[in-house]
């Protein structure tokens, strides 16, 4: 990877450890990440209190225009919400299912930063059928 590229895929991993951490100290129990189907992904699967969590994560070094929870639109909704039920039937889960976003902004000096902002939002988006 070079350059830009290799930054934002460094600030996107950095982003899903911590999001996994804070998820573990919250008391959920992290099933898998970054699990694939096709060209689908899920950051983070986990389970808390007989339901499943599907966590998508988003990391930026800095706000410019939008935060970033609101980069995830409604065809990223529909990927997350596809990979899900595929995870779903692999597994035979038939727990209720949760659909949270854990967004992060790195402070000045990126991802090396210990002054970040996460922000958990539980239930960000439903699942259609």
């Given at each position: 990877?070079?350059?830009?590229?290799?930054?934002?895929?460094?600030?996107?991993?950095?982003?899903?450890?911590?999001?996994?951490?804070?998820?573990?100290?919250?008391?959920?129990?992290?099933?898998?990440?970054?699990?694939?189907?096709?060209?689908?992904?899920?950051?983070?699967?986990?389970?808390?209190?007989?339901?499943?969590?599907?966590?998508?994560?988003?990391?930026?070094?800095?706000?410019?225009?939008?935060?970033?929870?609101?980069?995830?639109?409604?065809?990223?909704?529909?990927?997350?919400?596809?990979?899900?039920?595929?995870?779903?039937?692999?597994?035979?889960?038939?727990?209720?299912?949760?659909?949270?976003?854990?967004?992060?902004?790195?402070?000045?000096?990126?991802?090396?930063?210990?002054?970040?902002?996460?922000?958990?939002?539980?239930?960000?988006?439903?699942l259609l059928l």
């Amino acid at each position: 990877m070079k350059g830009r590229k290799r930054d934002t895929w460094q600030t996107g991993r950095k982003g899903e450890i911590l999001a996994g951490n804070f998820l573990k100290r919250k008391g959920f129990r992290i099933l898998h990440t970054n699990w694939r189907t096709g060209h689908k992904e899920l950051d983070i699967v986990a389970d808390k209190a007989d339901k499943i969590h599907f966590i998508e994560v988003r990391s930026r070094s800095r706000i410019d225009v939008v935060s970033p929870e609101q980069t995830i639109d409604r065809i990223k909704q529909q990927m997350v919400m596809a990979a899900a039920r595929n995870y779903m039937a692999r597994y035979h889960i038939r727990a209720e299912a949760q659909f949270d976003v854990i967004a992060i902004v790195f402070g000045p000096a990126g991802t090396d930063d210990p002054n970040y902002e996460l922000k958990y939002i539980p239930n960000a988006f439903t699942l259609l059928l």
